[in-house]
T-cell receptor, first 114, second 106 residues
Framework: KAGVTQTPRYLIKTRGQQVTLSCSPI?????VSWYQQTPGQGLQFLFE???????NKGNFPGRFSGRQFSNSRSEMNVSTLELGDSALYLC?????????????FGPGTRLTVT | GQSLEQPSEVTAVEGAIVQINCTYQ??????LSWYQQHDGGAPTFLSY????GLEETGRFSSFLSRSDSYGYLLLQELQMKDSASYFC???????FGSGTQLTVLP
């Protein structure tokens, strides 16, 4: 079974631009979560989608948004990019939402904002 | 809010046993998970504790005490390949600790 895939793997953008990242979960997984990882802040939860509905949201500004499609694929959008948005963006999929479901992470998208 | 505390760094030698602690404060708690992340790689799931007690998976064990809001990951018979970052996570709120960098020395 194929793992979680994320595209693109690397991205360079300039301040003020917007960016869309894509995540394809493991087949059969209906939950997709997004995380931002930076050296100083560790893994920060952005949001979780389950069956096309946002189930949870972290403490990020409204510039960060996401959506999930009927095939469980998910996209994350960041508008008006800031230098501080430079990070590794990870998505993770799981069979269900909540407690004991193991999350499977993709390789991440490395975003650099200049 | 939610917060998890874990040591930033731990160093041990091959063959030794190391324990990585995690204390948490959350408004809603459903279980504690542990993930391993090698440099440049994605986090991978190690274990989950939904109830108090010890869960054993090969060389790795994880413990949870809900009354103490505390858990730990125990790594036995350390190998060089165990050098990585280890994160505890509260699944109910999808909150991760800041990670513990484990260095295994020969």
């Amino acid at each position: 079974k194929a793992g979680v895939t994320q595209t693109p793997r690397y991205l360079i953008k300039t301040r003020g631009q917007q960016v869309t990242l894509s995540c394809s979960p493991i087949s059969g997984h209906r939950s997709v979560s997004w995380y931002q990882q930076t050296p100083g802040q560790g893994l920060q939860f952005l949001f979780e989608y389950f069956s096309e509905t946002q189930r949870n949201k972290g403490n990020f500004p409204g510039r960060f948004s996401g959506r999930q499609f009927s095939n469980s694929r998910s996209e994350m959008n960041v508008s008006t990019l800031e230098l501080g948005d430079s990070a590794l963006y990870l998505c993770a999929s799981s069979l269900g939402t909540g407690t004991s479901y193991e999350q499977y992470f993709g390789p991440g998208t490395r975003l650099t904002v200049t | 809010g939610q917060s998890l505390e874990q040591p930033s760094e731990v160093t041990a030698v091959e063959g030794a046993i190391v324990q990585i602690n995690c204390t948490y404060q959350t408004s809603g708690f459903y279980g504690l998970s542990w993930y391993q992340q090698h440099d440049g790689g994605a986090p991978t799931f190690l274990s989950y504790n939904g109830l108090d007690g010890l869960e054993e998976t090969g060389r790795f064990s994880s413990f949870l005490s809900r009354s103490d809001s505390y858990g730990y990951l125990l790594l036995q018979e350390l190998q060089m390949k165990d050098s990585a970052s280890y994160f505890c996570a509260v699944e109910g709120q999808l909150t991760f600790g800041s990670g513990t960098q484990l260095t295994v020395l020969p």
